[in-house]
């Protein structure tokens, strides 16, 4: 590729207004970006791992933008553990641009997933579960015999996986969602420090 071509690429790919301010990535968010690309091009998950503050949702965003620009059939679902982080990556995703629907309930999430379009979604890893179950290995075995039916390549971006994936909600998530391309992003602070 020719340094006009590869200028292109770098000006298209990584160039984003969040609320009408340009924002170029740091290098490691760079990095970040190309090295998840060349997992996505291999259908393979991985996990993105950073610091706080070191401007996750920008690569988020990239990611997301790039995978969805990149393959007309891709899908990708944001999963938080938070509402307060949800409304976030909903406002960052907006501000940048990119529509993305944020679910409220797990049978909205389930009947969007089953239609082509919301391409971006954002919701919820507790829309996975269901209350009241009472045998949790067999809700689990149902979900994994008739996975729900979804529309399209879905890559699902799991943010604070340190702090939401584990124990049942993280089954019942994974279940629903087989042969999908999960990227963990992984936070890290001080505090996890010794």
Known sequence: MCNKDRLVELMHDFVLFDGGVKKLPRVHQYFAVKAAQKHVMQHRGGII??????????IMVLLAKWILESNSNARVVIVT?????????EGIFNDAGEAIKRTTSGRELINKLGQAKPRLIC????????????D???????LESQPSKTVGDIFVFVDECHRSQSGKLHRAMKANYAKRCFYWFHGYTAAQEG
Do not use: M, N, P
């Open 49 to 58: 791992w950073h610091t706080q503050g070191s401007g996750k949702s920008i």
């Open 136 to 142: 949790f290995d067999a809700f689990i075995r149902d």
């Open 81 to 89: 553990d938070r509402d307060e982080l949800d409304k976030q990556i």
């Open 123 to 134: 919701s919820l890893v507790h829309k996975f579960g269901r209350k009241g179950v009472d």
